[in-house]
């Protein structure tokens, strides 16, 4: 069930439900309460707590029984949420067990509820952007092999350059891809940790036995367990902003260029188009390219969202005034307008509309200038590097001032009569044979791939 | 009434009801239904519609009477909110009157809608903005008047350095609170204009009669009408915002004073107490500074959103993708971080705990060497500028080595024996004789204030 | 003469040879040491100096006698640069006037020469972004004049949307350009004035005749004197800074359609060519768009140097740690970009290349559909509008998916034929007749310049 | 040798000469050359090229003999470095052996020679930020050794809260160090690839010999080979300047706990002071924390120019307009702040001056209220948890209102002399007691540490 107290408006355009859910009001405070369930049990376990207060803690420790609207009220009074959650669910615990309520948050400090509360979200959270890149990257697979041979245009600075294929292309979206996939195993092993200092770090009120019970309450809640307390010290929480910027920004590269294929003028890739999407209020004709506008939208907007994470980290002393609070709403702002960039980017790689004849046109089109290098390496048999360089760029000139494409400027050209047979001319100015090694590159993207899937799979069958 | 459904968890600590209330979806659509009504209006006030047609659009102009969950989930397929919006209004308007329908949205274009919309948002949100600082304005007025005389340590680097008046601190604060009004009564001239320009800016489909029905239009709206539309340059929503960042900082810099005077060992100044304000989960003697938590967790917040805005701006075209969206949900958040900061700010002046002794004594604290510099000019006269300085240091340096206060230095140094006397020796080590004209410009500050609200009363007058 | 110092390897692209002297590293200092000349003389206007100590100062006032990078290492320990140069200062003022030494620098801090410095240096650079703004506005009136009836698609989001004119799209640009010109105004207004307070803003040193030599210092340098030192309150160089933004962020928005406009496959304006200018190491025929490449890479940089400039207004007490710090080479940065942006912008529109026939042969491919909303407003009265926009709609997807323009779609519908005669079809789908008030918009935008214009040269008369 | 021509006004504040060496036009010049050579060999190494033109390349990559200045103004003709410098190149290489001049670039695009030189620059770049750490992570387990029982007051929200150890705030510092060394390790092993992909990354020019020669290339320059060019996909830069990012996070942490540490009522912990260092221009007595200023304003400075790269990815087709330039200046100025952030750190560790008779006064000041848990703690036993936490509460008001220690508070009151005794008392007000694993919490810092250096030496003896 989502939270709808928390779904703004534009959260259906700019996120998805499933993450919307994950940073929830409730599942904020289940978190919490998590924490402070399993804080319980930890205390159980190494025995400064007896077994029978557990009964009390997991009747108290669904946040669906606690009013919501009611905490937040509160909790601008105290400066946390932590503070009216945990009299609200001291004064539940006691109603089922009075004794019970006196190890509530027993050596805790607020931010151990919050800080570890918001570990529990991140893990599910990036379970879900795991999957999502999964998802895209095995429909990304499956276009870069179909069209590993596919040509068209390949552009830089914004101007027909030399051929590609589009295989090719998707290819580099693939690899990107990966490398973020890469990333999310590291930071899992950096971020999904708990937190437990006590009001200074120093587990006092626990006495000698605070690492044991914080090892136990590591182990309740699956996360590992740092050597010291990260109250002040938020690298942790910063660089999973940061690789969500970095996903966030290889979605917007994919979208800007998915964007600019879909223009009217060279309309050779198309976001999937159904009943009502992207359409006008006064435009009949117009599918506008939602997906992409959702996907540059959060490549906008979560860079600096990144950087209020960095900023925010400069915190005082043990626990600090005002950065560790800015980080409170921004964390989840940047899962969630990442998790709708990668829902749209899916979106559209599922239901991508190729024009090839279109591609191939506007590889021909263009005064034919795409093909300029390939002549220019042709040449340099004749004329040399700088000759056939020379040659080459006044040919395209011509090409331009004239209105005709390169092919005939040289076929026209009585010293590349010489030089070159029509059927010379045929075979240069065929963009299939100037594409290189596209073919081979995407052959390797795809090996490279699948290589690390066995490799995790063989990793995953051992641990 | 607040739409709940914008409320998040952590709005009560980061934000004013009011402003939320501005912002709420309700008051988006509403903005947006304005537009409409008024569109509706300037269209039967320049004869293209008759008159009869306004009823129905009257009753279907209340944003209370829509499904607000439904145009959100139609607005992620539409890719805007207009779309929908606009499909159910005109469903409505047909529902009462069947010829009004045509003249639902008659020449305009989604973002005329929208961005009208979010105009009269604007102009709500800082007409709220205005108020705080007056309130804030009046309060601090107010306190630099009563402390103009009180001597405190003026910190630079984080260090004492010279006597100031707390009186002269508020003026400082005072001055940049009015320096902010001024610019909001510049940029309302900027921002508060109609959005009109129909699918690209040319108002087509109107014909000859665009710019009289956009006249009309802006009439309705109490709006003016710039003589083109701005579809794709946003400097003016980017100027709202880059404003509202400078009035954050000016909050940002005062948070982080007081917050730094109510640390344990300066105690000099302390937000308001409340019962449960700023408690902590363990610590039952910790009065946390809750207000400027917020405020500081605003400043760190609102920068990087400015950049957005700003980043923003590159739209392209006639009408941009993804720069138009990112500023959606950009813009109402550095509204709410900014009506949160200067409510907190609000709280803070309304109930400061000045200890005018503590200040004394730190003053006189620290080896007494904030009067290092007075030490140093009197001297000046026996020993000229450098000689003075040498000895000042070095006097400094013993008072911090031998435990003792400058002062006692002096008067045991038989040098300085000659040149001061002991009432000289009392003179120079009085804070009150070193404080400038620390008075004076207090009571500048309070005078260029009172001849702008008169001016601004006159002005008032006479429009 | 350029100090080559601060010459960087790439500031010739990225900025402006007369913008890079603004802030050299000697026009930093001669602001320093304009402000210690101008305190010299207050001092002595004020009686508290006498005259014949000028000459001393005038001497030794020339920065270019200074050993720059010397005083930058002692600036490294010293954590700013008026301590060592203070300290140059004195020796040479000595040197020629042993008792001029005593009134270096007297009563101020060294913030009062590093900020009032650096007002001087913006007032000039101030100066020189505004003679950019009025050449690139000159220039953008004429073109806007010259193809007011200039006939193109207008595009939304990235798409075709109805016609435009070109003269329209310059409109916008003007417009914008306009808007930052009466910005500038208003800021410089705020940001013209004298920092002058003392250690701690009470001019302490200066005893009772502080606020006279501070307002003959200000008269000195031809700025403003506001009514409190400003030390630690950076609001004015904030928006010194977000000014910037927003003009840079304009000329973002324009190279982004310059650059669209130039792709291969839309080749309706290109940047202007010369010898080697936008050339490939590899492909002959490349022409890149060398000057957008550059203003939005400034796009890019900009808005998080804002950020910056409003994250560091968080400062300390009477004078901050690290924010003001932050500045020093920020906001010469954001001027530097500033500047080479809006260069690069003068540079295209000095010689943009227009390709009228393109935009016609543009705005009639792309199946014609730019014209479908003109088909739908003339169907209208046929089919009213709901049944107008159905039937257009559908006929756009007939003439994508049989390849044909949307008029021949029209033309073969019998229904059609009997609504209009091929003479009303001409007239429908001839761009000419729906571009709307196109012409009469860019009219009223060159004629509110031309009224601004003049009222500013009248006003400059009375002034 | 440093390239004076880069070395701006304050580079000897904000950054180190290494970095700047690093970093300098030269370097960078030299970079791309590396990679020319580098090329050249593999041409050699896979019979592309005869292996007589080696010594012509040899004699002409040395950046020192190139005209920068002029390569700068040419570069802006061109649009990029690689322009003018191979034209340079190939001149000089031609100069000496006038066939291997066809050989030179052969095959690669600018982009090629710029992202691989920089790569190399990066590698040297990155070493330099893992020797700061390491130093700084030596000289922080020194001290957290050495205080790890050093008692004094824990600080949450900038006020007092419970005692903690200098030692635990050190270590706390020492393990976000270690965190940031393993992510360099990680970063290390995705960016330290070489760029090769020619014109649009089919490597075409080089037909089927490109994977070949583009894995000699690799060898030659002992950078690992991508399956894949990535000219318009950017995360491994953008990586690692947010992993710079989150070090200059912590830097700044630091830096603004030693700057509170150094107030003149806190006087806990100070920079080292050196002649010179920190003075004031008109203060003799200050001693301004120069190093953490120059540590707060990169903290400052950073993070938006993180979100700058972030921002840069959203790269154009094969290669990007605007994003690619965006770059060039942003990540080196990422570095050369990082670097000196961390000597600054380094500087501060050196020499921290630690006065720990203050240390215990403050926390026997502010009415010794940090003990305050501890006595709630010790009150639980008699009073219930809730009913101590409100006792400690109205005591630690008592102790504020009337001017007394809450340990005075508690000895005089009657019911408290029933539970406790005059002994327990003392141990419940000694800090000592109250500093719960602090000590263990250090040495597990410091095992973990130990743990991870001897690993790394055992892994370096394998690999």
Redo the contacts between chains.
Sequence with gaps: MTN???????????TTEAMREFFS?RR?LQGMLDFELALARALVATGQAPAGVLTAFEQASKADAYD??A?????????N???PL?KEL?ARVAASNKDA??FV?FG???QDAIDTGRVLQIRDALQLIDEALVKIGDRLAALAQEHSATEM?????????????LG??F???L??IE??R??LT?IRG?VLVVQFG???????????K??EIAAALAKELQLAL???????????F??VA??L??I???A??I???V??L??????EAFEPS?P???????????????G??????A??????????M??????????????W??E???LPEIFLLASGALYHLSVIFDGLAIDKSKMAA?LA??NG??L???F??AL?QHE???GA??I??AF?RTAVETGQS?RDVVLKDPQMKKYFSADDIDHIFNPKH?????E??VA??L??RAARKSASKSGEGKS
Excluded: C
């Design positions: 709808e107290a928390t779904t703004r408006l534009l959260d259906p355009l700019f009001d904020t919501i609207a905490l937040g009220r509160d909790a601008a009074l105290a400066g949420l932590a503070i945990l001291t309520a006196a948050h805790a400090t607020s245009a390949g552009r830089t600075w914004l101007q027909q350059a030399s051929p590609i294929t090719l292309k290819a580099g979206y690899d990107a490398r973020h890469a990333r590291e950096h006590g009001s200074v770090g120093t587990l006092a009120v626990l006495g000698a605070g690492p740092p050597p010291i307390s990260w109250h002040s010290h938020r690298d942790r910063a660089e940061s690789t910027g970095l966030v920004g290889t917007g590269k979208a800007r260029d964007s600019l879909s223009q009217t003028e060279v309309a159904a009502s999407r992207g359409g006008s209020s006064t435009m009949p004709h117009k599918r506008n390219p939602v992409s506008a959702v996907i540059l939208s490549a906008t907007r979560v860079p600096p969202l990144v950087a209020t960095l900023a925010a980290m400069v915190q005082e002393h043990e626990r600090g005034l005002g950065g609070h800015a409170w709403e921004t506007n089109g263009g200038l795409a300029t290098e390939a220019a390496l340099t040399g590097r700088d360089r020379k080459a760029e395209s390169l100037f594409n290189g090694s596209a081979s590159i390797a993207v090996a490279a």
